[in-house]
Nanobody, 117 residues
Framework: VQLVESGGGMVQPGGSLRLSCAASGFNFGGYAMSWVRQAPGKGPEWVSSITASTGITNYPTSVKGRFIISRDNGKNTLYLQMSSLRPEDTALYYC???????????WGQGTQVTVSS
């Protein structure tokens, strides 16, 4: 399983970012996928999940209405469109194979998102 995230960076509050996750080494279209984030000194926090082929999504209330998870099974790529970003969204964002917060060995290396003025 190889998951490589990209698209992180620094953005002002209220701004937007789009994260991507390139998947390889497994049948991407056969698995639910998730985004998980972790801020310094805190535990992992589930951000969103999407089913394998039907595209059903789920979000916690902390990001619902601001973040959109999507996937392109033809390109083996997972996306996270983030808008109306807040300082509390600052974290390392991980792509993960599975629903919710999968085991750590199913995560990518992460991409840093910093929201600051």
């Amino acid at each position: 399983v190889q998951l490589v995230e990209s698209g992180g960076g620094m953005v002002q509050p209220g701004g937007s970012l789009r994260l991507s996750c390139a998947a390889s080494g497994f049948n991407f279209g056969g698995y639910a996928m998730s985004w998980v984030r972790q801020a310094p000194g805190k535990g992992p926090e589930w951000v969103s999940s999407i089913t394998a082929s039907t595209g059903i999504t789920n979000y916690p209330t902390s990001v619902k209405g601001r973040f959109i998870i999507s996937r392109d099974n033809g390109k083996n790529t997972l996306y996270l469109q983030m808008s109306s970003l807040r300082p509390e969204d600052t974290a390392l964002y991980y792509c993960a194979r599975g629903w919710g917060i999968p085991s750590r060995d199913s995560w990518g290396q992460g991409t840093q998102v910093t929201v600051s003025s």
